[in-house]
Structure formats: C-alpha cells, structure tokens
C-alpha cells in the first residue's frame, strides 16, 4: 500500500523532503494511555488515536508542491504549488525548541492555511520548501 503523497504525484515530480509528526506531539494520548492501561485496558483508546494520529498524516515538499495529507477514515489534503506558496512559518515553544517539534503555517497567495502543528523537525521542512522553491526559479 503506497502513501497518499506517493500516489498524488504527477509525471516529473518527485519527492524533495517527506515531514512526520512529532511523538512528543502526542505526549499526552501516550502518557494517558500508559496510566489507564491496567484499568481494564482502557488506556488502549488514547494510545490508538496516538497511532492513528502518527500513522495517517503525511507531509512533504516535492519538485512542484507542498502536500500535507491528515486523517484515516476521513481524509484532508492541503496541496500548494510552490510557486503560489509565499512563506512558511515555524513557531516552537520551550518543549517544541528541546525535542524539536513545531507547528508550521504555510501562506499562499493571500491565504494562509490551518496551523499544521506537532511537526518533527519543522526547521528541516522548512529548509527543504525554501531549496524547492529556490530550485524551481531560473537563475540570473
């Protein structure tokens, strides 16, 4: 079974940097998880969201866009072109600065999009989106 970002591609695009959520994102489903647990396996529910959570979002740069996929049974798909997307945003607080883990906002063209938050790395993603777009325009 490929991934969504996988099958989305089109003839001569291909895949520059491939983002995931963070598991210090989801601390809190983990942790809830692990201390009800004994008590009649109910801590079974958050841990599953937690792994469904992780399992089914994807994010990545590629030659032409930008894809972000979320969701399991229900799906969201955010997908800008590179050249229509303006800036991305990193925001971390102290917890996000130590395990590296953020929440990025892309804006294009006038618009910016839903927070996509608990992102591993959001520097890297960053990075890759700024060398995508800089790929992409002809030099002088």
């Known amino acids: 079974m490929s991934s969504y970002v996988e099958g989305a ?3 001569d695009e291909r895949i520059v940097h491939m983002g995931r959520i963070s598991l210090w994102s989801l601390w809190h489903l983990i942790a809830l998880g692990i201390v ?5 396996g109910i801590g079974l529910i958050p841990l599953v969201i937690a792994y469904v959570r992780y399992k089914s979002t994807e994010l990545a740069v590629t030659t ?9 049974i229900s799906r969201q798909t955010i997908e800008i072109n590179l050249n229509k997307a303006e800036s991305i945003q ?6 996000g600065r130590l395990f590296n ?3 990025l906002v892309i804006s294009g063209t006038g618009t910016s999009h839903a927070p996509l938050t608990g992102i591993a790395d959001p520097m890297a993603f960053r990075r890759a989106f700024i060398e995508a777009q800089d790929g992409g325009k002809p030099a002088d």
């Open 64 to 72: 032409r866009r930008i894809i972000v996929k979320h969701g399991f």
């Open 90 to 95: 990193v925001d971390q607080g102290v917890w």
């Open 101 to 103: 883990f953020g929440t």
């Open 36 to 40: 009800l647990l004994p008590a009649f």
């Open 9 to 11: 591609l089109i003839k």
